[in-house]
């Protein structure tokens, strides 16, 4: 049975994390409305960008860092088994690792940006886990549910930057970005990768037959 407060957790440190992997700045990132619930049986997670001057371009960041966070929930499984599922690329695996609903995998799979990306924010959630220790983690989802309470109380928002600090999210970016530079041409997931590998082949076999 999915653990709510812990799975939504995992959803808003991979977005934390997935902000730097789009390359937001500490202005968007400090400016990022965050909405976050988890009750016995069902929760969410939704993060919101601001910047009025330039609505198209952030609403396109916004649907992207929403797709990397869904991915989320598959680093409670820890770094070298979600690096594994993230290789092989399995979607069955993947889901039942994450306990990602339909919903997460639907968004998931309509990520269509660079293919490591979502493996560097899984890595990157696993990472920041791992440091905490399983009883500290689960202790700051507790306090973010408890600041989410507060917060509605007060009538007052609650941002990405609560949740984790800029420069918190900004080192297991980098942390994740280095280990998986380690891996020797790893393969990891990326919804568009049996598309592209058919689209290759039949390219080279038109080639081919010019």
């Known amino acids: 049975m999915t653990d709510v407060l812990l799975h939504e957790t995992h959803h ?12 937001l700045t500490p202005a968007q990132y400090a ?19 601001h910047n009025p001057h330039e609505q198209r371009s952030i609403q396109q960041l916004n649907d992207q860092l929403i797709q990397l966070c869904a991915f989320g929930p598959i680093a409670r499984v820890g770094v070298k088994e979600a ?22 995998v639907e968004i998931a799979e309509s990520w269509a940006g ?25 202790n700051f989802a507790h306090k973010l549910r408890g600041a989410v309470l507060v917060c509605a109380q007060n009538a007052q928002p609650l941002y990405l930057g609560d949740v984790v600090p800029w420069a918190v999210s900004n080192e297991f970016h980098d942390r994740a ?12 997931y990326n919804p568009r990768t049996k598309a592209n590998s058919a ?3 039949v390219t080279e076999l038109e080639n081919r037959l010019a």
């Open 177 to 188: 970005k280095d280990y998986l530079a380690q891996q020797l041409k790893p393969k990891f």
């Open 114 to 138: 660079p293919p490591l990306a979502p493996a560097r924010v899984v890595i990157g959630t696993a990472l920041l886990e791992a440091h905490k220790g399983r009883e500290l983690f689960r």
């Open 83 to 104: 690096t594994r599922l993230m290789r092989k690329g399995d979607t069955a695996a993947l889901t039942e690792a994450g306990d990602l609903s339909d919903t997460d």
């Open 12 to 23: 808003a440190v991979a977005a934390a994390i997935g902000a730097h992997a789009l390359g």
């Open 199 to 201: 689209r290759a082949l």
């Open 31 to 49: 400016e990022a409305e965050v909405f976050f619930e988890a009750k016995t049986t069902s929760g969410f997670f939704y993060a919101h960008l």
